[in-house]
């Protein structure tokens, strides 16, 4: 049964498939150019949350203003990043096959092409199903072939090399290979590679706490994150990110300018053992109109923001796979590329606000939702 794990760390809550084991177990049955397409929508989705949410209206705060927040983003995984194609491996697998033929001969070095058939290999990537797994479906007759091919070349220099009669050897090692039974043993290896399973949720959601706080000159200071925390079976989990926003329309000439205007860029770091760790940082602009009626108010504004955002993934390599580095490592970058969005603010409650803020990155259509104490 595939398990899914929700781990939940304060009010942070980050969608992990643990599939019944580890993810770094999970990441442990790839070699890097599959778990780089495993997790790339991960990559695409997280990066797209970690961006979303540093602000609520276009306007910043005035001096010493704050504003308190917590943060909903939700990031939807499009229906095309739920499947990837697994490539078979070029790293080759040992075999030893003294065992079988009851004689000292050399391993076997194979490959993945030469082990498993390579028709059907669409698996769930990290957001895919959980119930539709992938199977690498080895090719006997052709592994069975293999195993004879070298088996009969390292018995006959071996005979030849002990001074055994010429004539007899191929009758020697013929009953030899049909002694081995290659057949019935290629079976009993039991080669067939599950792939691993997607969580099975069509979206990640994130949330985070926030700060802000309006300092001189039109410029305000926003941070986020969580202390050190300890995830069971995952490590050390640590989020951190700030930035600022300045008011650009303050710089423009014309008295009571109808609109707000205000830049901004943020950083944010998140690292999860040493296993994941994942920057992002986002440059944009923000332009809208706030309104106060009496306790009350109303604000909306569109944005656009370039951005980018970076996974580097460590993991252990199954023993299995015979190779002599054991530890994996590899950077992702998602293609930067530019958001667009529009939000709503309103102030329903005295020094209270609620927001909502709809925008679509290359990857993902995100909704940020964020509920705080503000004021000024």
């Given at each position: 049964m595939i398990k899914k794990v929700l781990v939940s760390i304060l009010t942070l809550t980050l969608a992990v498939g643990a599939f019944g084991q580890t993810l770094e177990e999970n990441l442990g049955t790839m070699l890097s150019d599959n778990a780089e397409m495993y997790l790339m929508p991960l990559g695409d989705a997280f990066g797209a949350s970690m961006n979303s949410g540093w602000y609520h209206r276009s306007r910043v705060h005035k001096m010493l203003g704050f504003d308190i927040s917590v943060k909903?983003?939700?990031?939807?995984?499009?229906?095309?990043?739920?499947?990837?194609?697994?490539?078979?491996?070029?790293?080759?697998?040992?075999?030893?096959?003294?065992?079988?033929?009851?004689?000292?001969?050399?391993?076997?070095?194979?490959?993945?092409?030469?082990?498993?058939?390579?028709?059907?290999?669409?698996?769930?990537?990290?957001?895919?199903?959980?119930d539709s797994a992938g199977l690498l479906v080895t090719n006997t007759t052709h592994l069975a072939g293999l195993f004879?091919?070298?088996?009969?070349?390292?018995?006959?220099?071996?005979?030849?090399?002990?001074?055994?009669?010429?004539?007899?050897?191929?009758?020697?090692?013929?009953?030899?290979?049909?002694?081995?039974?290659?057949?019935?043993?290629?079976?009993?290896?039991?080669?067939?590679?599950?792939?691993?399973?997607?969580?099975?949720?069509?979206?990640?959601?994130?949330?985070?706490?926030?700060?802000?706080?309006?300092?001189?000159?039109?410029?305000?200071?926003?941070?986020?994150?969580?202390?050190?925390?300890?995830?069971?079976?995952?490590?050390?989990?640590?989020?951190?990110?700030?930035?600022?926003?300045?008011?650009?329309?303050?710089?423009?000439?014309?008295?009571?300018?109808?609109?707000?205007?205000?830049?901004?860029?943020?950083?944010?770091?998140m690292s999860i053992g040493d296993l994941i760790e994942s920057s992002n940082m986002s440059v944009g602009l923000q332009v809208g109109k706030s309104m106060n009626l009496l306790i009350f108010g109303v604000g909306v504004y569109v944005d656009a923001a370039y951005e980018t955002s970076s996974l580097s993934i460590g993991y252990d390599v199954d023993p299995e796979f015979g190779i002599e580095n054991d530890r994996i490592q590899f950077d992702m970058e998602p293609d930067p590329g530019m958001r667009f969005g529009a939000g709503l603010h309103l102030k329903l409650i005295p020094l209270t606000y609620f927001n909502v803020h709809v925008s679509q990155t290359p990857t993902n259509s995100v909704v940020t939702a964020g509920f705080g104490i503000s004021m000024r």
């Open positions: 909903a983003m939700v990031s939807a995984v499009p229906e095309e990043s739920e499947f990837f194609n697994f490539a078979l491996s070029q790293t080759d697998m040992e075999f030893d096959l003294d065992g079988i033929i009851g004689y000292d001969v050399d391993p076997l070095s194979l490959s993945f092409d030469d082990i498993y058939f390579g028709t059907d290999t669409r698996t769930p990537t990290f957001f895919g199903p959980a004879e091919d070298h088996l009969r070349t390292e018995m006959t220099e071996m005979l030849t090399s002990q001074g055994v009669n010429a004539a007899l050897i191929p009758g020697l090692v013929d009953q030899a290979i049909l002694d081995a039974d290659l057949a019935n043993e290629t079976d009993a290896m039991n080669l067939d590679l599950p792939l691993p399973p997607g969580i099975g949720l069509p979206a990640l959601p994130l949330v985070m706490p926030q700060i802000a706080l309006g300092l001189p000159m039109g410029i305000e200071l926003t941070i986020r994150g969580f202390p050190e925390a300890e995830l069971e079976d995952i490590g050390t989990f640590s989020m951190y990110g700030g930035g600022l926003r300045v008011n650009v329309d303050q710089f423009i000439p014309i008295p009571l300018f109808p609109v707000d205007i205000t830049a901004g860029a943020f950083y944010s770091q």
